[in-house]
């Protein structure tokens, strides 16, 4: 017998003793003690007893409860965790081949078991064990730091729900191979070893899963297969686990994220968890997919089994099903469209340039391809030309995430230091802060001896908060804002409650796409409406509802055949569902067509096909009431106008500065003013007069080419640094 | 007397040739008729090639296929064999021919069944057409049906449809359609395939208008399967007028 064999045996012996432990400690063993006694003395009584147990098994067996579980939820309180013997041997933190990682969040009951059963029941492969804790708080950590064996805790400060938390762990991971392990597990013997035999002897397997038990024993999964609809097919769910038909490796669409091993390069090349499904549902799917995309094959090896209870760290706020079913439509939505093209390799960092100022970005929001996110990150990517630049979000986030943005805007960030919390940026010694904000008064003070707080909008904001943050803003030397608009409205806000407040220069946001000459269409083709705009209610709506009503009108009148197209992002708040429903009511009937959660390219496509652009943000609004309600400077006009598309938006907020009306564009004041204005420009569509204000249109977007707000940036922190060696830059007029 | 094996359960039959029609011809094994053997031969044919019955296919669920109010007969054993899903017009999870935005909750499937359905899509049927396109991947396979007739062409029975209700008026019902310009129309003698309801008859297709809808839809080797496989029941004696063949066709490039 090897050492190993012998280990491993008393491994299982111990795991037995521990077992018969618990049974002789248990309540029900306890109170048969005197039934006992008493069956030994009279053995008649004895044959009774064991008829009656028989019997009863034999019933609970055939009865309708099913069969008894194989495993009983964890217990709050219990004796202390202990590794085993085989995790002396085959734990490894310096140079694991595998990182496993278990995602906990506020269940740290089952993951001392999922833990325990790994330290038990892992061998054959060099391994550590990564334990990333997504937010979960003090005391839930607490708990994991008294787990007395080898593991690695990777608190996150926030709940980055499962895809991001596992991104994050994975980039913190040090093996060949990364596990992702759902916490509301128990591994079994031999479950590792042969998943990553089969990873590490072929190339052509990008992905591979255990067999996924429930906790009755039943099979809950051999694999996932993807039905037209996107709901979801578990090979062999109910399943003996003894059951032929299920024992053998297949391939399959998918294995669930809730044991799922690959190679740590190849995750990271395919971009990790795709945010797109937070919080949660479909990421695995997704991931499976784009290795399948690649040519890579997804396989289920049912030699290795993993217990599994399902679902007990979903937040209770948050509907499975609902979440589900709003994931399940963006991922067919995606994938109907052929997936997303596969991302680039990720770019090798750069180094930044040496010996020069530091400069700290700072983020409130999350990372998302939104509009705020493009303006700073493009400003990022300006700076780290020259400076040395970091990037500060409020939440800790992944450099895939980061990437992944950057990638969708088209930027290159590789030059850009991603930073977690405040002691990080503290100790990169920033001389020069931009702190980007939603709200009159900064929510945070400068980090560095010049601050430029960088105003998206003075939204209205709580007095408590407004006077909190009010000492705030006496650290920055500067504020800059979008558009005129914006500025008028943040000197006049600040007026009000500051007696000096810093000096407000307009640096308005880039149009990423150069322009280019308008296209024409053939007489008498149909006609490309195109509207962008993100699916949601309340303050900023993009009305697409009132430019659906307008289009149903404006149909019935036009002399040439349209097409309505809707593209944005989904938000995944019931009332912004409701509203997407909303608009695909009014719809129903029209040449329309929904773009939803789109890349960065797919856009393009719908810009570059665009014949027309209508922009509803502010319809239905009182200017003065709301300000906030409308658009504060107007980027998806820009682009409509780069592609020469002819541009029709609100006569109020920033699209009032971009568009000059009748040389540019069109402004309009109400739904009535939109269709009249747009069928008098239809009924001239094939006119030189329309051609020219597309023309004109195109031309003026190079006043805001991304050059041009970089120089602006780039001067604007020379000036801030004192900076004796400022880049070489031309500013425009 | 005719004998045949049913190419879906795979059970014995012996009936008498008068007893076979399009919607006859029952198999005593599991109630099929001679369309859906029909379907299922389409199936078999453009999936492997040979005349296979659904009970001795491999189960492969690699396969994604989609029917369209397929009936249970064959629904079942092709959930049980394929990545296979059942759409309806009036539940989950749902499809309407007729609005191809419907198909936008679907992934572009290896096969889709359609067998009497189109006859009922309001109009225009071009829509109808586009929106099976729109189900299937590009080589996807169709297997449909229609009752369609040797005429020069098809006979929309509301052609200018647009917001319409059924309406009883005494022991009848009536269609109530208000034009998109506004006018009303009242149209009686409706015709109602399995009983009054939802399955109004909206059109009578002349034979070469679904082949010409087929086309113009994007779909490419189109194949119609003639009724003459009496061993496995597919098969009913010609009408005049009738034609209704199984036909299969394969999804072309993506249109622009």
């Known amino acids: 017998m090897s050492t190993e064999d012998f280990v491993a045996l008393q491994a299982r012996l111990e795991a037995a003793e521990a077992e018969l432990q618990a049974i002789r400690t248990s309540i029900s063993w306890r109170l048969a003690q005197r039934m006992r006694h008493l069956t030994l003395r009279v053995p008649g009584l004895r044959r009774t007893a064991r008829l009656s147990v028989a019997t009863f098994r034999w019933l609970k067996r055939i009865g309708p409860s099913g069969p008894a579980p194989l495993l009983r939820p964890p217990q709050a309180s219990r004796r202390p965790s202990r590794p085993g013997p085989l995790a002396a041997l085959w734990y490894e933190a310096a140079q694991p081949e595998v990182s496993i990682i278990v995602l906990n969040y506020r269940g740290a009951e089952y993951t001392r078991d999922c833990v325990e059963s790994i330290w038990r029941h892992t061998a054959g492969v060099r391994y550590e064990l990564i334990i990333a804790d997504n937010g979960s708080g003090e005391a839930e950590l607490a708990q994991l730091r008294r787990l007395r064996g080898p593991c690695r805790l990777l608190p996150i400060a926030t709940n980055r729900q499962f895809g991001e938390g596992n991104n994050i762990a994975a980039e913190a991971a040090r093996g060949s191979f990364v596990l992702f392990l759902n916490n509301d597990t128990v591994v079994t013997e031999g479950w590792l070893a042969p998943l990553v035999e089969a990873l590490r002897h072929e190339p052509g397997l990008g992905a591979v899963g255990p067999r996924l038990l429930r906790t009755d024993g039943r099979v809950q999964c051999t694999g996932c297969l993807l039905l037209p609809d996107g709901r979801i097919r578990e090979i062999g769910s109910g399943a003996a686990p003894d059951d032929q038909r299920f024992t053998a490796s297949r391939s399959v669409d998918y294995v669930a994220g809730a044991a799922l091993l690959m190679r740590r390069v190849e995750f990271l090349a395919a ?21 399948r995309a690649a040519g890579l094959d997804v396989r289920c090896l049912p030699q290795a089994s993993v217990l599994h209870y399902g679902s007990v760290s979903q937040s209770k706020a948050l509907s499975v099903d609902d979440v589900s079913a709003r994931n399940r439509v963006k991922l067919v939505a995606r994938w109907r469209r052929r997936g997303p093209l596969p991302l680039p390799p990720l770019p090798l ?15 409130p929001i999350p990372l998302q391809a939104g509009g705020g996110e493009r303006y700073l990150l493009t400003l990022a990517e300006a700076l780290s030309t020259h400076y040395q630049v970091a990037l500060l979000p409020d939440q ?12 969708t805007f088209g930027l290159d960030l590789s030059r850009v230091a991603l930073l977690t919390g405040e002691a990080e940026a503290v100790a990169f010694g920033p001389d020069l802060f931009i702190s980007m904000g939603n709200t009159l008064m900064p929510a945070r003070p400068s980090l560095a001896p010049r601050g430029v707080y960088l105003c998206q909008f003075p939204f209205p904001e709580d007095p408590l908060r407004l006077s909190a943050h009010m000492p705030h803003l006496a650290s920055y030397q500067c504020v800059v804002v979008y558009s005129d608009f914006v500025a008028r409205h943040f000197r006049a806000d600040a007026a009000a409650v500051v007696a000096l407040p810093p000096p407000v220069r307009v640096i308005s946001p880039a149009c990423p796409q150069p322009p280019r000459a308008p296209r024409g269409r053939p007489v008498g083709a149909p006609l490309h409406i195109l509207a962008v705009g993100r699916f949601f209610t309340g303050d900023h709506c993009k009305r697409q509802d009132t430019l659906l009503r307008a289009f149903a009108r404006l149909q019935r009148l036009s002399p040439r055949p349209l097409h309505l197209h809707l593209a944005g992002a989904t938000h995944p708040e019931p009332k912004n569902q409701a509203f997407l429903l909303q608009c695909r009511a009014l719809a129903r009937g029209l040449p329309v067509s929904f773009h939803t959660d789109i890349s960065g390219e797919e856009m393009q496509a719908h810009l570059a096909e665009a014949d027309i652009c209508w922009h509803g943000a502010g319809l239905g609004v009182d200017a003065h009431a709301e300000p906030s309600a409308l658009e504060h400077f107007g980027i998806a006009v820009l682009e409509g106008m780069a592609q020469g598309a002819l541009c029709f938006a609100m006569a109020a907020g920033g699209p009032a500065e971009i568009i000059r009306p009748g040389e540019t564009g069109y402004l309009f004041h109400d739904e009535d003013e939109l269709v009249s204005l747009s069928l008098a420009a239809i009924e001239a569509w094939d006119s030189t007069q329309i051609m020219g204000i597309r023309q004109a249109a195109s031309t003026a977007v190079e006043a805001h080419l991304p050059a041009v707000m970089a120089a602006r940036w780039q001067a604007l922190a020379a000036e801030m640094l004192g900076d004796v060696q400022p880049p070489a830059m031309a500013v425009p007029a | 007397m005719i004998d045949f094996r049913c190419n879906i359960c795979g059970a014995q039959n012996q009936l008498p040739a008068a007893a076979f029609h399009r919607e006859a011809g029952q198999c005593t094994g599991c109630g099929a008729n001679a369309r859906f053997r029909g379907m299922m031969l389409g199936l078999s044919l453009g999936l492997y090639g040979t005349p296979r019955a659904l009970c001795d296919l491999p189960e492969d669920q690699r396969l994604s296929g989609i029917g369209c109010s397929d009936h249970d007969i064959y629904a079942k054993p092709l959930a049980r064999l394929f990545a296979y899903v059942n759409t309806f017009f009036d539940r989950a999870p749902r499809l309407d021919l007729g609005d191809r935005q419907s198909a936008q909750p679907y992934l572009p499937a290896d096969f889709v069944i359609c067998s009497d359905v189109l006859e009922h899509v309001a109009p225009p049927v071009s829509e109808g057409f586009a929106t099976l396109r729109q189900m299937l991947r590009p080589g996807g396979l169709l297997v449909f049906s229609v009752p369609s007739y040797d005429m020069p062409t098809t006979l929309e029975h509301f052609p200018d449809y647009h917001e319409a209700a059924l309406v009883r008026l005494g022991e009848h019902q009536v269609l109530v359609n208000q034009r998109r310009d506004g006018g009303a129309e009242i149209f009686k003698d409706l015709v109602f395939h399995g009983g009054e309801g939802a399955t109004l008859e909206m059109r009578r297709f002349a034979q070469v208008d679904v082949l010409a809808g087929l086309q113009a839809a994007g779909f490419e080797d189109i194949v119609g399967l003639a009724p003459d496989r009496p061993e496995i029941g597919y098969w009913w004696p010609a009408e005049q007028l009738l034609c209704a063949e199984v036909i299969i066709a394969r999804a072309g490039p993506p249109l622009g």
Do not use: I, K
């Open chain 1, 396 to 407: 800790p986030h992944s450099r895939l995430r980061l990437e992944r943005v950057a990638t």
């Open chain 1, 271 to 291: 971009g990790g968890f795709d945010p797109l499904y937070e919080p949660a549902y479909y990421e695995d799917v997704d991931l499976c997919l784009r290795l």
């Open chain 1, 349 to 363: 960092r750069q180094a930044p340039p040496e010996g020069r100022p530091r400069v700290l970005l700072h983020s």
